[in-house]
């Protein structure tokens, strides 16, 4: 019979697995003659769990091992793969269940992190795996101690009982006090030690409220001592010793049995040892440090706690990471589609046409393994053509609501996807423009879409003109500036870009503007024909201010500073235009993201070859 354990604590912090590693000749001339070489050897076997160390379980292993899981979410499972079955989703999760036999040394649970200290560097030390396993069957639950009997010799009659319930002096026959008796039972402990103004007194003296699992009807009660785990199942498959008795007809399933338990020692705790320590060896294969801790115990009492086991690791499919899972699933020599985007709860996926078969097997792993974060998976399935910049996405996995909310730089963005544009990954270089910025400002945002780099920078400058042609995104960008408070700082508008710059700096605002930003890498380079001519109005001797311009482009070409440059020069119509050239990133291969920076040349503000926006 086995005892089903179950790990009581996930250690969540990251471990590396070791690659394969081949020998390695290192030359060392300085500790040796040149010609001598040292032998470096290097384990083939990665360490640590894997879908391809780990055996198979058996049916019969799935369902014990299901037993020391949590129920209901393995229940929700269940419905989950049923419902995916009817949408063509099949993803088998037992089929990632593994099986790793480990060793164990089974100690008292006083002495267990104790003893941890002292095994460290023999321990099992996986990833997200805790080297302490409880043994549930080790505590006695409450009911079974009440038939054990009390431990006074004095039995109370039911009169007595009922006479101390009633005058509220009663706390030892198995029912809580009423509220008022409790509190006022504590309140006469607190007077009679000299607290007669505790001030938190009404609030401390307040019965805890029932969990609701307890006031839940028909619920079964957690055994003390167990605990639920999703993702891993420690079973003890063998005891090497032990005596005759056998506890589990007198307490219940899980307290012994005469084969493996023997007679209950108390309440004891596994201590999970490396893997390298193969399950066959005896004690005295085992490494100094624990056949010391076992003589030691052969000195004591405890000798009868102190144990070698075999034990059973199950890991399920929750346990293992997004891209060993989809390694398993896909064809060998696939790429494996390991990076997103994600944009609040959304994760956006830029799939390649391999994958697209597999798309919601992949997204489904998306989803399982990001969960709660992210709650739908989508996918682009056509370039952006229009002039909204609007992506068509196909919804793979998860809910269907493209509205979510972003928050950067410390500002909620409530956005679309659906309807505007958003890209995460455009964050560090948006920061890094609002550095340029200062209270002194005033901006001008020709594409601000939700509003991004406007509300941003109106937390730092005087005042934010911003516009953009989508009016979805001005309706978002109204909506956001008023959940950031900055209603009174900006002032949006919904036009075309050259229109607005006509419109713009033909005002008495245009001659505040030092700062103009024009995000939008497809076409802001030829809408920089629009400053041509803004001044012509003014005149030349108002001691006006030229603003510093922020232009965003694309280029493929193999020297893409000189070709985004020589585009803002017939923009312009100006040769002599000093600009400031940077790469943002990479989008495609052979395709970069570039930002400009120049100030506006005055023969261009006064250039008489302006252009008709009408």
Same mark, same amino acid.
């Given at each position: ?237 063998? =005891?090497?010793?032990?005596?005759? &008795?056998?506890? @589990?007809? /007198? %307490?219940?399933? *899980?307290?012994?049995?005469? !084969? ?57 499919? =929750?346990?293992?990471?997004?891209? &060993?899972?989809? @390694?398993? /699933? %896909?064809?060998? *020599?696939?790429?494996?589609? !390991? ?276």
């Amino acid at each position: 019979m086995m005892s089903k354990l179950s790990l009581f604590r996930a250690n969540s912090l990251p471990f590396p697995v070791l690659s394969s590693y081949s020998a390695r000749f290192i030359s060392k001339p300085y500790l040796a003659p040149p010609k001598t070489l040292i032998l470096c050897a290097f384990s083939t076997v990665p360490y640590g769990p894997s879908l391809l160390k780990g055996k198979k379980p058996s049916l019969n292993d799935l369902r014990l091992a299901s037993i020391g899981r949590d129920r209901d979410a393995h229940r929700r499972k269940i419905e989950d793969f049923e419902d995916s079955i009817e949408k063509g989703e099949l993803l088998d999760e037992d089929e990632f269940t593994r099986i790793f036999e480990v060793s164990a040394v089974r100690v008292p649970a006083k002495d267990c992190f104790a003893l941890e200290n002292r095994l460290r560097g023999h321990l099992l030390n996986w990833p997200r795996i805790r080297n302490i396993a409880r043994v549930p069957g080790d505590e006695i639950d409450e009911d079974v101690v009440k038939l054990l009997g009390r431990e006074s010799d004095e039995e109370e009659s039911v009169v007595d009982s009922v006479d101390r319930r009633i005058r509220g002096k009663a706390e030892g026959d198995g029912e809580r006090l009423s509220t008022v008796l409790h509190r006022d039972q504590l309140a006469r402990t607190f007077n009679s030690t000299g607290y007669l103004k505790f001030r938190n007194l009404a609030k401390i003296s307040r019965p805890k409220r029932k969990r609701k699992t307890e006031r839940a009807e028909g619920k079964e009660k957690v055994n003390k001592g167990s605990s639920r785990n999703e993702f891993a199942v420690v079973e003890v498959v063998e =005891d090497r010793g032990g005596g005759a &008795e056998d506890f @589990e007809g /007198l %307490l219940g399933e *899980g307290y012994g049995s005469s !084969s493996s338990r023997g007679r209950w020692r108390g309440s004891t705790r596994l201590l999970l040892l490396d893997e390298r320590y193969s399950v066959d060896e005896e004690v005295q294969d085992l490494p100094e440090a624990i056949k010391v801790l076992f003589e030691e115990a052969k000195k004591t009492d405890a000798s009868l706690s102190f144990e070698l086991v075999k034990c059973r690791l199950t890991l399920f499919y =929750d346990y293992w990471p997004m891209n &060993e899972v989809l @390694e398993a /699933l %896909l064809p060998k *020599g696939m790429i494996v589609p !390991s990076a997103f985007e994600m944009v609040g709860h959304i994760a956006h996926l830029n799939l390649r046409d391999e994958h697209l078969p597999y798309k919601r097997l992949i997204a489904k792993v998306v989803l399982d393994k990001n969960q709660p974060k992210i709650q739908t998976v989508v996918n682009k399935i056509d370039p952006i053509h229009n002039d909204f910049r609007t992506m068509q996405l196909e919804v793979l996995a998860g809910n269907h609501s493209l509205v979510t909310m972003v928050v950067e730089n410390g500002l909620r963005f409530h956005v679309d996807l659906a309807r505007v544009y958003w890209n995460s990954k455009l964050g560090t270089e948006r920061q890094r423009l609002l550095l340029g910025f200062d209270q002194n400002d005033v901006v001008c945002d020709v594409f601000a879409g939700v509003g991004p780099i406007a509300l941003a920078a109106a937390r730092i400058v005087k005042r934010v003109y911003a516009n953009d042609l989508n009016p979805h995104a001005v309706e978002f960008m109204e909506q956001n500036s008023v959940v950031n408070k900055l209603e009174k700082r900006i002032e949006v508008f919904n036009m075309d870009g050259r229109r607005f710059i006509k419109a713009m700096f033909s005002s008495d605002k245009g001659q505040k503007v030092t700062q103009v930003v024009m995000n939008l890498p497809k076409d802001a380079a030829e809408s920089l024909d629009a400053f041509r001519g803004v001044y012509n109005d003014r005149y030349r001797d108002e001691g006006l201010s030229f603003p510093t311009i922020h232009v965003y482009g694309f280029s493929k070409a193999a020297d893409p500073e000189f070709d985004f440059h020589e585009r803002i020069r017939i923009a312009l119509s100006e040769v002599a235009v000093d600009v400031k050239m940077r790469k943002v990133r990479l989008v495609a291969p052979g395709k970069w993201m570039l930002c400009a920076s120049f100030i506006l040349p005055k023969s261009v503000a006064f250039s008489r070859k302006t252009i008709n926006v009408d």
